[in-house]
């Protein structure tokens, strides 16, 4: 389990504070001046996100919608039950991923994104990936070869988009509650101490 510190107790000049990285090994947190916002669920933090974060997450989104209908063929003679659940799957996964990519970006101290956050969205678009693509050579068929074609359409495939969005939201839950926790109470905010950042800090 990754390391938190909180600030209580840590001395200095706020100049020294706000040049700390705050993944350092003893990482100084700097939201002692913010003000706390009051916020309700985890999910409310969402109102709180700049014009920035929102097209970032809305664009995220657009292109691995477009990934995965044309790149992936998600559509390709994909039969009406199948498609349905394909789209399905394309609107919600796509949505999760440009979300769950908005949460990693000017996140407030305490929710900085690290690279272990990164599991989130590369294992759930494989999963994504796998899920709705629709041709007869794809890797999931041969994966499942001893299946029938109408089996691994109709359960594999399903199964394992759901997985998929699943895995994304449990990971996008658990970030916004980081952000919901640093904002609503900054003086007790924790940083990982032991995580590697996603994008370093550099020491003034």
Do not use: H, K, Y
Request: charged residues 15%; aromatic residues 4%.
């Amino acid at each position: 389990m990754a390391e938190t510190r909180s600030p209580s107790g840590v001395q200095g000049a706020r100049g020294a504070e706000a040049a700390s990285s705050v993944f350092a090994p003893e990482p100084i947190l700097t939201l002692s001046d913010q003000t706390a916002v009051p916020l309700g669920g985890r999910w409310s933090v969402l109102r709180t996100w700049t014009r920035t974060r929102r097209g970032i997450a809305a664009t995220v989104a657009v292109l691995a919608a477009a990934a995965l209908v044309f790149a992936n063929g998600a559509f390709d003679g994909a039969a009406l039950p199948g498609a349905l659940w394909t789209g399905l799957l394309v609107l919600a996964g796509s949505a999760a991923m440009g979300l769950l990519i908005g949460s990693f970006v000017s996140a407030p101290i305490g929710a900085e994104a690290t690279m272990c956050d990164l599991r989130g969205p590369l294992f759930g678009m494989m999963g994504l990936l796998l899920a709705t693509t629709q041709g007869q050579q794809s890797t999931i068929v041969q994966m499942f070869a001893g299946l029938s074609l109408d089996t691994i359409r109709f359960v594999v495939q399903p199964v394992v988009g759901v997985a998929a969005v699943a895995l994304m939201a449990t990971a996008l839950s658990g970030r916004l509650r980081l952000e919901r926790d640093a904002l609503a109470d900054p003086e007790n905010a924790e940083a990982c101490a032991t995580c590697v950042p996603l994008v370093p800090r550099r020491r003034a």
